[in-house]
């Protein structure tokens, strides 16, 4: 973007690999080794028929597009409000997207998206970002 | 925060109202190089090098609550609202809190609400939050 932002605005996407070493990376800073994540046996049974990345982890993507555009006013006054609406998998190519909706003289509010190679939505999110 | 208190135990048996015990964390430079490889952060380190990715502290959180009380193998997250009001930095000192919110079960699977906070040592709050996780109950499906 250009200038001050304006309602309409697209944010520049961002593009990321989730692999199962970076699944296994976050397990291990998180502390979360749900096996849904680590285990292939254990997941493979489960109604995702395999190993998905943790919300979190793909959530910290659309931080990252934030903290891209937004910089340290991102880290100084950030909301987000995110729901998951599909898994991640390992070998996926997921990309991050987002549309300024409002913007004032005090804040912005942003719709972001998390979609993967196929086009499914993986997350769906609002984000906003003192402006004052 | 008020209520019992949440160690030693697995998320299938908190209730509403139940606190988990609070958990320092000192924010270290190997842990926060650890996050940022793991989610691979190529944003962060141009605000300088002390800098520290809002979504760690969440995961800080995360890794707070799993301390004590066992996630259900199988638990999905299926929400989450996060608010960063200030900045921290490497090598802060940190308090991690959560109680259960709200909970409820339906056809076989328990719905938790989680609010989360995370302060400094002077109690001003540098994350608040709140997860919302789903897992299944009954037999087997704790590991």
Redesign the interface.
Request: no cysteine.
């Given at each position: 973007m250009s200038g001050a932002p304006r309602p309409g605005d697209q944010l520049p996407a961002l593009t990321?690999l989730v692999t199962q070493e970076?699944i296994t990376?976050?397990a291990?800073?998180?502390?979360?080794h749900?096996?849904?994540h680590t285990d292939p046996q254990?997941a493979s049974s489960?109604q995702f028929g395999g190993p998905i990345a943790?919300?979190?982890?793909v959530?910290?993507?659309l931080?990252?597009l934030m903290?891209?555009e937004f910089?340290?006013r991102?880290?100084?006054?950030?909301?987000?409000?995110?729901?998951?609406r599909g898994p991640a998998r390992p070998g996926e190519t997921v990309q991050v997207s987002g549309r300024i909706r409002r913007a004032d003289d005090a804040s912005l509010v942003c719709d972001l998206e998390c979609r993967n190679d196929s086009g499914e939505m993986l997350i769906t999110a609002e984000a906003e970002v003192p402006f004052a | 925060m008020t209520g019992p208190r949440a160690t030693g135990e697995t998320f299938a048996s908190l209730v509403k109202g139940q606190e988990f015990a609070p958990v320092e964390f000192q924010l270290s430079a190997d842990w926060v190089d650890a996050y940022i490889a793991a989610v691979d952060d190529g944003a962060i380190r141009a605000l300088g090098s002390d800098r520290v990715p809002p979504m760690a502290l969440a995961a800080l959180a995360v890794k707070a609550l799993i301390q004590d009380t066992r996630l259900p193998p199988g638990a999905i997250h299926l929400g989450q609202e996060l608010s960063f009001p200030v900045p921290v930095e490497i090598g802060e000192t940190l308090t991690v809190r959560a109680r259960i919110a709200n909970r409820g079960e339906r056809q076989g699977w328990a719905l938790l609400g989680i609010e989360m906070t995370v302060e400094r040592a002077d109690a001003q709050p540098v994350m608040s939050g709140r997860a919302t996780l789903t897992f299944p109950l009954g037999e087997g499906v704790e590991g």
């Open positions: 990321k970076k990376r976050y291990d800073a998180s502390g979360d749900n096996p849904l254990f489960t943790h919300g979190m982890l959530l910290s993507y931080s990252e903290t891209v910089g340290m991102w880290l100084r006054g950030g909301r987000l409000k995110a729901r998951f | -």
